[in-house]
């Protein structure tokens, strides 16, 4: 059975940090580009960050540019997306997705079944 699964969600402070993670099962991750999509309640969901297959290109929603940093591990068939200095409206179900194409075509072939992160005092 091909799927993505997410790791690392949980409950943090504002200002605090999370690193979440990707693996892939029944299938590698080397050949897609990934990823990272949020949807809080009561609002669309919307892409965060995204990483080619081979890491050589990123890019970053502008509301968490300079926060967030998307990396991949293709030796362990990871993708990793570090959340730094978070804030409450971070608060949301974070999903993983695999891309149809090496490069980030927002065309989504595979997603994840989601973890929460939540921003709360």
């Known amino acids: 059975q091909l799927q993505l699964v997410e790791s690392g969600g949980g409950l943090v402070q504002p200002g605090g940090s999370l690193r979440l993670s990707c693996a892939a099962s029944g299938f590698t991750l080397d050949y897609y580009a990934i990823g990272w999509f949020r949807q809080a309640p009561g609002k669309e969901r919307e892409g965060v960050s995204c990483i080619s297959s081979s890491g050589g290109r990123t890019n970053y929603a502008d509301s968490v540019k300079g926060r967030f940093t998307i990396s991949r591990d293709n030796n362990k068939d990871t993708v990793y997306l570090q959340m730094n200095s978070l804030k409450p409206e971070d608060t949301a179900i974070y999903y993983c997705?695999?891309?149809?194409?090496?490069?980030?075509?927002?065309?989504?072939?595979?997603w994840g079944q989601g973890t929460q992160v939540t921003v709360s005092s």
């Open positions: 997705a695999a891309d149809s194409y090496y490069y980030c075509s927002g065309v989504v072939k595979y």
